[in-house]
């Protein structure tokens, strides 16, 4: 997978898992799992993330919870 494919996952990845992916340290837990699943390592995962995951999915949390009025639980 290129780095683009591993950015483009790990989009999709919090769209379709936001809401219940619990608190950022759950959510990242649950995300390094699926991406393991789907033959992504951590360390590309971490680097789609710009080297801080847990900070990176607050972040997106956040973002989509302004735009959609949805926050996750926990965020």
Same mark, same amino acid.
């Given at each position: 997978?290129? !780095?683009?494919?591993?950015?483009?996952?790990? %989009? !999709?990845?919090?769209?379709?898992?936001? $809401?219940?992916?619990g608190t950022p340290e759950e959510? $990242?837990?649950?995300?390094?799992?699926? *991406?393991?699943? %789907? /033959?992504? !390592?951590?360390? %590309?995962? !971490? *680097?789609?993330?710009? /080297? %801080?995951? $847990?900070? #990176?999915?607050r972040e997106e949390g956040e973002?989509?919870?302004?735009?959609? /009025?949805? *926050?996750?639980?926990? #965020?």
């Amino acid at each position: 997978m290129t !780095s683009e494919d591993i950015d483009e996952w790990l %989009d !999709s990845w919090i769209e379709a898992h936001y $809401v219940q992916w619990g608190t950022p340290e759950e959510a $990242v837990k649950a995300c390094l799992l699926a *991406a393991t699943l %789907d /033959g992504i !390592s951590e360390r %590309d995962l !971490s *680097a789609a993330a710009g /080297g %801080d995951l $847990v900070g #990176f999915l607050r972040e997106e949390g956040e973002a989509i919870a302004e735009s959609s /009025g949805a *926050a996750p639980d926990g #965020f």
